[in-house]
């Protein structure tokens, strides 16, 4: 089994290799964001098992930066000081399930975190995440009602014939489940992987905290990378009450989802991959007033920075700041296939959307 | 002290049975996981056969792309053939937005009803001219469509005229300069997953496996009886079956003829599996079926 497991290793490495290469055209921005792209997307965190991601986030941080967690899990780093308080935030988490029960033969039932196509995970690999490691198995084929979207409750099979064998893999209920992934390059600048949403804000923020002008900073800016947003923003909810009334504006750091696909309508979302960072101008949970997306077009502007100006669908952590008289004001970037194991992006983006984090803490 | 020579005689025998059974279980699950990495879409398989033929040197490939052995001398002669072709695609139009569009291969025998569904939100592998290209087969954003979709609304089964591949290239131009034109072989991309007790699964596990049985059986050279011609044949997704037909028309007639092939589950999704613990004991019947015993 060592032979096969080194045979396995061999052939991840060679694929990581492949997966990681690097075109000749890229830009050192387009190296640096895919760098540190990668190691966040191929850490596993499911809506309240974010614990890898946080500590890969922290790992990531420039050693200058002080971070502390909060009791709800969010990843706090305070930069600059005074008022207006500016807070920025993107969401550590990603869809999937979690066990909420053994059967008898040993397969586990699951429940979906967040929302998305549990049939695009139906007959693949699957992984469960236990304190003692991940555990293999396979997302079971539905054996009848052959339709598109809507399989019967999905099950996994790690090869256990009983609830006991089950059990002494290390599984039991509460683990959380997604499937092996892995980021890969496709043509020009543009990338695939399956948690883009939202690891690309994440390290949108890194990104941009690597090369903030601190003295630049006219007030204190706080970045947060919060938990659970896709389960109900519960992560920014803490968050937004601890803060209260205090903090002038939110961005929140999230997906913009783009209808630029061969199966997307073109009533709206139509911000094309590849073209910059998008102002998430309204989705379902906010609205931001015309004149602070005025503003953020002029910050693009005045630092020469790609912006796309859109409507999407989809909530957003900042939208829990504006009870609190906080303004929203959401950026994004565009991204294809959204909540799918295959989702696609342009590097592009991220280098612009890092770009437009940095110049609105130092500007605005 | 004689006891003690025994014992020691006894242990260093069993620990090198033990290394050999080992290694011989290693030998196999490598050929396994390595077969079933592999793509062979029916009628396109060359980039396997190649494999094959440099595993076994001696080894031919006949017209229609079936690779052969052949072990031993006189008769009996017998044939023990594995058919290593999947169900797969191949590109069928490049659209002039870089979009590529697909076309099925040699699924007419399949059972199960989602196997094209399989693609959808997926990486694929285009094997282009100039290697493999990574892409995705488009499927609709979540949250686009949330408000848009109805209860009780129809819920057609995904086929593979629902399938634009994403290869991250914006014209066709980009898509050409990649190497991919028309009728470049499509498959999932390839990620076997060992779970449990040796249990390995991937698309076509079962027919790969069967073939590295065969490949281990070879390896271990077998004190073969009369004439044993080993096929790896290709084609047999067909309607005509043309690879295996071809190998008993051109190098038969044959005395007996044994087909490799495991039982597996799920079989035809992207999950199915075998246990290599069955692939073992099928190792052992080829080499006592070679050996006449």
């Known amino acids: ?364 | 002290m004689r006891h003690r020579r025994t014992a020691a005689l006894l242990t260093l025998i069993l620990s090198a049975f033990l290394t050999v059974r080992l290694s011989a279980q290693g030998d196999l699950d490598r050929l396994a996981l390595r077969f079933s990495s592999m793509t062979a879409v029916t009628g396109l398989e060359q980039a396997m056969t190649d494999s094959l033929r440099a595993l076994f040197p001696g080894s031919v490939r006949d017209r229609a792309g079936n690779v052969t052995l052949t072990l031993g001398q006189g008769s009996p002669k017998r044939l023990c053939t594995c058919p290593l072709d999947e169900v797969g695609y191949v590109v069928g139009n490049i659209l002039p937005d870089g979009f590529l569009l697909l076309r099925r291969v040699g699924g007419a025998r399949t059972a199960y009803p989602l196997l094209d569904q399989q693609l959808e939100g997926h990486r694929v592998t285009v094997f282009g001219t100039r290697g493999a290209v990574p892409g995705v087969v488009a499927v609709k954003s979540t949250h686009l469509t949330r408000g848009r979709v109805g209860p009780g609304a129809p819920d057609p089964v995904f086929t593979v005229d629902n399938a634009d591949v994403d290869v991250g290239a914006s014209s066709a131009a980009e898509v050409e300069g990649l190497g991919i034109a028309v009728l470049a072989p499509v498959s999932l991309t390839k990620r076997p997953q060992l779970y449990g007790e040796r249990l390995l699964a991937a698309p076509s596990a079962g027919r790969r496996t069967a073939c590295a049985a065969l490949a281990a059986a070879v390896q271990s050279k077998p004190n073969v009886k009369g004439t044993v011609v080993v096929a790896f044949t290709v084609q047999s997704l067909y309607p005509t079956d043309a690879g295996p037909g071809s190998v008993k028309a051109v190098l038969g007639p044959f005395d007996a003829i044994k087909t490799a092939a495991l039982p597996a589950r799920y079989a035809d999704t992207a999950v199915e599996t075998v246990a290599l613990a069955d692939a073992d004991r099928l190792v052992r019947e080829i080499v006592q079926w070679m050996e006449g015993k």
């Open chain 1, 1 to 364: 089994m060592r032979a096969v497991r080194d045979c396995v290793v061999a052939l991840v490495f060679l694929s990581a290799a492949a997966s990681l290469r690097l075109s000749a055209q890229d830009s050192a921005r387009v190296a640096e964001a895919q760098t540190v792209l990668a190691a966040l997307v191929e850490t596993y965190g499911v809506s309240g098992a974010e614990g890898p991601v946080r500590e890969a986030v922290k790992r990531l941080l420039p050693t200058w930066a002080v971070s502390s967690t909060d009791t709800a899990g969010n990843l706090w780093v305070r930069v600059g000081q005074g008022n207006p308080v500016v807070v920025i935030v993107a969401h550590l988490d990603e869809i999937g399930f979690r066990v909420t029960g053994i059967r008898d033969d040993g397969t586990l039932e699951l429940e979906n975190r967040g929302g998305f196509f549990p049939s695009l995970f139906e007959a693949k690999p699957a992984l469960v995440h236990t304190d003692k490691g991940d555990v293999a198995g396979v997302f079971l084929p539905r054996d009848s009602g052959f339709t598109r979207r809507t399989p019967s409750s999905l099950r996994v099979d790690v090869g256990a014939k009983s609830r006991a064998g089950a059990v002494a893999r290390g599984v039991s209920p509460g683990a959380t489940v997604t499937m092996p992934k892995q980021y890969v390059r496709l043509s020009g600048t543009r990338a695939t992987g399956r948690s883009f949403d939202d690891r690309v804000g994440s390290a949108a923020q890194l990104l941009a905290l690597r090369r903030l002008d601190r003295a630049a900073l006219k007030h204190q800016v706080i970045f947060i990378w919060s938990v659970r947003e896709e389960i109900g923003l519960e992560g920014a909810t803490a968050a937004a009450a601890s803060l209260g009334t205090t903090p002038r504006r939110v961005h929140a750091i999230d997906t913009f989802v783009s209808a630029d696909a061969p199966l997307e309508l073109p009533n709206f979302a139509v911000a094309p991959i590849g073209r910059g960072a998008v102002a998430r101008a309204l989705d379902n949970s906010s609205v931001t007033p015309p004149a602070y997306v005025d503003s953020l077009v002029q910050v693009a502007r005045a630092r020469g920075i790609a912006l796309q100006i859109g409507t999407t669908n989809g909530g957003n952590d900042g939208s829990v700041f504006t009870p609190y008289g906080v303004v929203d004001v959401p950026i994004g970037w565009p991204l294809r296939y959204s909540h799918s194991p295959a989702e696609v992006i342009d590097l592009k983006d991220v280098v612009s959307l890092a770009d437009m984090i940095r110049a609105v803490a130092e500007t605005w």
